[in-house]
């Protein structure tokens, strides 16, 4: 089932997809639920409930601010950091009522709903306490939202695109068979979608948060929010670069210290609650950027394409290994673990960056392969429920491991032992036998044995 451009780079403030953006996005659908149904200047106040990962890991996600945001109808577009709250808020912009996000939203930290383990209810309140509408929404990753019962918007993308396809296989003999580049064909599905010039403003866009935030994470130094009070670690990493430059200091793995620092710096801007884009998640958002820096920098002089073209032709790649990994198996870590997070990205990543280096269709396919093979089995741990041990860290492994997988493709001639299928739907079934507690309730694994949170 394609899942649009549009749908996985989403931009938004961080340091969550699904426990940040996905929850502000279901507070926004419920105050429009509340204004359709005429309800909204009836309601004295609002009330949200927790579930599974959401319930568990939340508080450190920001989950309770997020909700907040969505409830006053603010643009995660356009808004840059987080903001201050107070105990009271704007409903839906026009109706004033009490809101704190610490009373307001309760975590059922032992119930995790059949629908899915990021689950969310809320309840509208008259002003004699009785509920006047309530509703269940479930965060499906990447910032994704449905209300129960109601179809992802997956399925009217696929509704009207000239291409859907549901597998890697699909995807390849509908390139094969109408002489198509990946790119070129999810250009040509975008363009029943949207206009050209939205599309190509669209990229522009994407390509432009990113790059913005690589340049804020270099240039700002910190503390973290949190209780593990990491230091932001780019600024430093960037001196000590430009240092060695100034020194002409030689050293032949320069460029994975340059990756290195451009995933830092997103990952970093991410944790601190800034503007990035899911990629396909925002704990997994300084992946892609990190490898499409690494290619504007280095990789297009070896490219038949300019810059520019490589950078529409790597996010138009990217986006169909997206689409697959969402079709047929999950982008969430509290389904399939850091796998479905850091490892599409990566898968991602490698996939788009072999395409702008000029690989054939089968080559990239194999670099996707590549990179969520040895990214199989990833569990997600984090630390005191922050997005920062050891997701910061993961970004720069997966860019590296990204510009890796890539490679080796490009060095082959794109035959392959073992599909994008095939790996797509181990990983799959390989999250879903990952015990709960290492699919993001920071129950285990690194978030138990690494700190006393
Ligand atoms: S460990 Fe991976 S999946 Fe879990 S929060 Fe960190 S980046 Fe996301």
């Known amino acids: 089932m394609y899942s649009g451009f549009f749908e996985v780079f989403s931009i938004g403030i961080g340091p969550s997809s699904s426990h940040t953006m996905g929850p ?4 926004a659908r419920f105050v429009q639920l509340l204004r359709e149904e005429g309800l909204l200047t009836r309601v004295a106040s609002v009330r949200a409930v927790l579930y599974g990962s959401l319930a568990l890991t939340g508080e450190g996600h920001g989950t309770p601010g997020a909700i907040a945001y969505g409830l006053m109808e603010l643009d995660a577009e356009k808004m840059e950091r987080p903001y201050t709250l107070t105990d009271t808020l704007l409903l839906g912009g026009t109706k004033e009522i009490p809101f704190s996000p610490a009373k307001h939203v309760t975590a059922e930290k032992d119930i995790t709903l059949p629908e899915h383990p990021n689950a969310l209810r809320f309840f509208a309140e008259a002003e004699d306490g009785s509920i006047l509408r309530e509703a269940l929404f479930l965060s499906i990753g990447g910032g994704a939202v449905r209300m129960q019962g109601e179809e992802s ?19 390849m003999a509908l390139c094969e068979n109408a002489k ?6 999810i250009r040509r599905n975008e363009a029943t979608l949207h206009s050209t010039p939205e599309l190509a403003a669209r990229t522009k866009l994407i390509a432009r948060v990113m790059r913005s935030a690589i340049d804020r994470g270099i240039s700002t130094p910190g503390i973290l929010p949190g209780e593990l009070h990491m230091p932001r670690r780019a600024p430093q990493i960037y001196a000590r670069l430009e240092e ?5 200091e030689t050293d032949a793995l320069t460029i994975i210290d340059w990756i290195n620092l451009w995933a830092f710096a997103v990952a970093e801007e991410n944790a601190a609650g800034g503007r990035v884009v899911t990629a396909p998640t925002m704990g997994s958002a300084g992946v892609l950027p990190a490898v499409l820096r690494y290619f504007e920098r280095y990789g297009c002089k070896d490219s038949p394409y300019s810059a520019e073209m490589g950078t529409e032709i790597m996010l138009l790649t990217a986006s169909a290994i997206c689409s697959l990994y969402r079709a047929n198996a999950s982008i969430s870590g509290a389904e399939v673990g850091c796998q479905g ?8 990543a490698a996939a788009g960056l072999t395409a702008a280096m000029g690989g054939s269709n089968a080559q990239v396919e194999n670099a996707a392969e590549i990179a969520m093979e040895h990214n199989l089995g990833l569990t997600c741990d984090p630390v005191c429920g922050l997005v920062q041990v050891p997701c910061i860290e993961r970004n720069a492994i997966g860019a590296v491991k990204a510009v890796n997988a890539a490679r080796l493709a490009m060095r082959g001639n ?30 285990a694994g690194l978030a138990k044995n690494a700190f006393t949170c």
């Open 24 to 27: 502000m996005r279901a507070a």
């Open 180 to 185: 198509l580049s990946i790119a070129q064909l």
């Open 244 to 248: 060695r430059f100034r020194h002409n």
């Open 414 to 443: 794109g035959s392959h032992y073992v599909s994008l299928d095939s790996v797509i739907a181990t990983m799959y079934e390989t999250g879903r036998h990952l015990h709960p507690s290492y699919r993001e309730t920071s129950l």
């Open 153 to 171: 918007a997956a399925v009217a993308s696929a509704d009207n695109v000239p291409y859907d396809f549901n597998s890697c296989r699909e995807l």
């Open 341 to 348: 997070e850091i490892g599409v990205a990566c898968s991602m």
